[in-house]
């Protein structure tokens, strides 16, 4: 596996020049047989035949991507890959503490692990607005197609353009990337310090001081940032209650999610599900809790 911005980068000029407009979206379906994300994903066809299973909000659909073609699935989405094709791939995910492109080229052996060949972690900042593009076409679905295309090559774009700019110089520390990527596989479960440490393979302490170096929190604040921002974006894209959020979000009393929902937000889950519009600023003067 090879950490490569360059390449990434003309993965992404590929899907774009590619970019056909086919555009599936993923829901939640509990009988898909898939599981839940926990951030917002795309999946992109360069190459061969992509075979995927997902849930559409009514039923499991079982097909093929094929190039040019792309799903979106939100961290309130159920996908799962199946890896009996020979095929090409990009994806990127947009989690709490970086963006994760990876290439894939899979032979179509099913007895083959995937993995990525090529990756990148972009940290978060560095890209002006990509969430935001993620969130809008998620919003669109298909209702839009046409702006539905351009707000993806628009993304591929950034992305692209990124990745050439920075080359191999914004790397972020080795242990870091570990870490946010043990927690990215962990905080929805019940989850301790020792449990990241050891698969990001760092000492706790190691973990504790690079959590207060990179964020300046304390390793629980570190953790119930990942599932408020995961809750956050299950309440705008799905429709479960608060108290199953707070759940899937890992976290074991929906009493305490709230609390620390609304000293962060301002607001309560519910009356955010109401407002369903970007939040106030805290600092703003004109807002009030």
């Given at each position: 596996?090879?950490e490569?911005?360059?390449?990434?980068?003309?993965?992404?000029?590929?899907?774009?020049?590619?970019?056909?407009?086919?555009?599936?979206?993923?829901?939640?379906?509990?009988?898909?047989?898939?599981?839940?994300?926990?951030?917002?994903?795309?999946?992109?066809?360069?190459?061969?035949?992509?075979?995927?299973?997902?849930?559409?909000?009514?039923?499991?659909?079982?097909?093929?991507?094929?190039?040019?073609?792309?799903?979106?699935?939100?961290?309130?989405?159920?996908?799962?890959?199946?890896?009996?094709?020979?095929?090409?791939?990009?994806?990127?995910?947009?989690?709490?503490?970086?963006t994760?492109?990876?290439?894939?080229?899979?032979?179509?052996?099913?007895a083959?692990?995937?993995?990525?060949?090529?990756?990148?972690?972009?940290?978060?900042?560095?890209?002006?607005?990509?969430?935001?593009?993620?969130?809008?076409?998620?919003?669109?679905?298909?209702?839009?197609?046409?702006?539905?295309?351009?707000?993806?090559?628009?993304?591929?774009?950034?992305?692209?353009?990124?990745?050439?700019?920075?080359?191999?110089?914004?790397?972020?520390?080795?242990e870091?990337?570990?870490?946010?990527?043990?927690?990215?596989?962990?905080?929805?479960?019940?989850?301790?310090?020792?449990?990241?440490?050891?698969?990001?393979?760092?000492s706790?302490?190691?973990?504790?001081?690079?959590?207060?170096?990179?964020?300046?929190?304390?390793?629980?604040e570190?953790?119930?940032?990942?599932?408020?921002?995961?809750?956050?974006?299950?309440?705008?894209?799905?429709?479960?209650?608060?108290?199953?959020?707070?759940?899937?979000?890992?976290?074991?009393?929906?009493?305490?999610?709230?609390?620390?929902?609304?000293?962060?937000?301002?607001?309560?889950?519910?009356?955010?599900?109401?407002?369903?519009?970007?939040?106030?600023?805290?600092?703003?003067?004109?807002?009030?809790?």
């Amino acid at each position: 596996m090879e950490e490569s911005s360059v390449k990434m980068a003309e993965f992404c000029r590929k899907g774009r020049e590619l970019l056909t407009g086919k555009f599936l979206f993923a829901e939640f379906f509990p009988r898909c047989g898939t599981k839940l994300n926990n951030y917002n994903r795309f999946l992109m066809c360069l190459a061969g035949r992509k075979h995927i299973i997902y849930g559409d909000g009514q039923s499991a659909q079982d097909l093929f991507l094929d190039p040019g073609d792309v799903i979106f699935v939100p961290g309130s989405g159920e996908e799962s890959e199946v890896w009996d094709s020979p095929h090409e791939m990009i994806s990127c995910v947009f989690m709490s503490s970086f963006t994760r492109v990876i290439h894939i080229a899979h032979g179509g052996d099913l007895a083959e692990h995937p993995s990525a060949d090529i990756f990148y972690h972009i940290p978060k900042g560095v890209i002006a607005g990509e969430g935001k593009v993620a969130e809008a076409l998620l919003e669109l679905k298909d209702s839009r197609p046409l702006l539905s295309l351009e707000l993806m090559r628009l993304l591929l774009r950034l992305l692209e353009e990124t990745l050439a700019r920075i080359g191999e110089k914004g790397l972020p520390e080795p242990e870091w990337r570990r870490v946010c990527e043990a927690m990215h596989r962990l905080f929805r479960g019940n989850i301790s310090r020792e449990d990241v440490a050891e698969l990001a393979e760092i000492s706790p302490g190691v973990l504790s001081k690079l959590v207060k170096k990179h964020t300046r929190k304390s390793f629980r604040e570190f953790v119930n940032d990942h599932r408020l921002e995961y809750a956050l974006s299950m309440l705008r894209q799905s429709n479960f209650t608060v108290r199953e959020i707070s759940s899937l979000s890992g976290f074991s009393y929906p009493s305490y999610f709230i609390r620390l929902f609304k000293a962060r937000y301002g607001m309560s889950p519910e009356r955010f599900r109401q407002v369903r519009f970007t939040l106030p600023d805290p600092k703003d003067p004109a807002y009030t809790k």
